[in-house]
């Protein structure tokens, strides 16, 4: 069976930081591309950052250039999201998704693009 799971999201104080987690199972990542997004109430989902977990290439939306760091496990089957300098605008509900065959570019960072596989998400509410 083929999922996504997603693990790390917390309350943290403005200024923190937070490490999200996504673990395959039932595929390798291998020629995939992975994607963070996330889901604020009342907002569309948005692209945080990608991966291609062949070679290590990346991209990610200028909200989060900077403070938001993407890298994978290729052992572990694991991509992660490493967020600093976190502010209550990233609250949010955070998804990982896969999709094969494509690089990291602007336009899989889209919610639109048609991710093969989406994870069901992890809680981040940043609060004093």
């Known amino acids: 069976q083929v ?4 693990s790390g999201g917390d309350l ?14 039932g595929f390798t990542m291998d020629y995939y591309v992975i994607g963070w997004f996330r889901q604020a109430p009342g907002k569309e989902r948005e692209g945080v950052s990608c991966i291609s977990y062949n070679d290590g290439s ?9 403070r ?3 890298s994978r496990d290729n052992a572990k ?3 992660y999201l490493q967020m600093n300098s ?5 609250t949010a509900v955070y998804y990982c998704a896969a ?5 990291p570019t602007i336009y899989t960072l889209s919610p639109l693009y048609e991710y093969d596989y989406w994870g069901q998400g992890t809680q ?5």
């Not at 990346?58 to 900077?66: E, N, Q, R």
Request: net charge negative; aromatic share 6%; proline share 4%.
């Open 3 to 6: 999922q996504l799971v997603e």
């Open 12 to 25: 943290v104080q403005p200024g923190g930081s937070l490490r999200l987690s996504c673990v395959a199972s």
């Open 58 to 66: 990346t991209y990610y939306a200028d909200s989060v250039k900077g």
């Open 68 to 70: 938001f760091t993407i």
């Open 77 to 79: 089957n694991t991509v």
């Open 86 to 90: 976190l502010k209550p605008e990233d």
């Open 99 to 103: 999709v094969s065959n494509t690089i």
């Open 124 to 128: 981040v509410t940043v609060s004093s």
